[in-house]
């Protein structure tokens, strides 16, 4: 799966940093094309990532409706690219609802909960 997110977005000339996650949600670092807009960037992605899944890995897979999409500074960057890659060990201690939530609360984004899970 994260090769053909990689590659999708390559495609897009959207040159890929890190991609990783574990068994319910992704995370995709990439230098967004100036010539493409972030949501067909995410459409793309998803849409033939979709398609790909449920031939090769389960019919029933699907993607959630929305998705979060935030910049990286430069100098933020080696550790976003750490967290990324020590995902499966990060989530034992806290889910992915919870680490999202607590992220959003810290940069005062808000949200409203009936929209972010699907």
Known sequence: MFAYLAGTLKELQCPVIKVGGIEDHVHLLFVLAKTVALCEAVKEVK????????????????????YGAFSV??????RVIADIA?????HKKRTFQDEFRAFLRKHKIEWDGRYVWD
Do not use: C, M, P
């Open 47 to 66: 849409q033939g990532s979709s398609i790909w899944a449920k031939e090769e890995v389960d019919r029933n897979f699907y993607w959630q409706t929305g």
């Open 73 to 78: 500074s430069l100098s933020n960057e080696e």
């Open 86 to 90: 020590e995902q499966e060990e990060h």
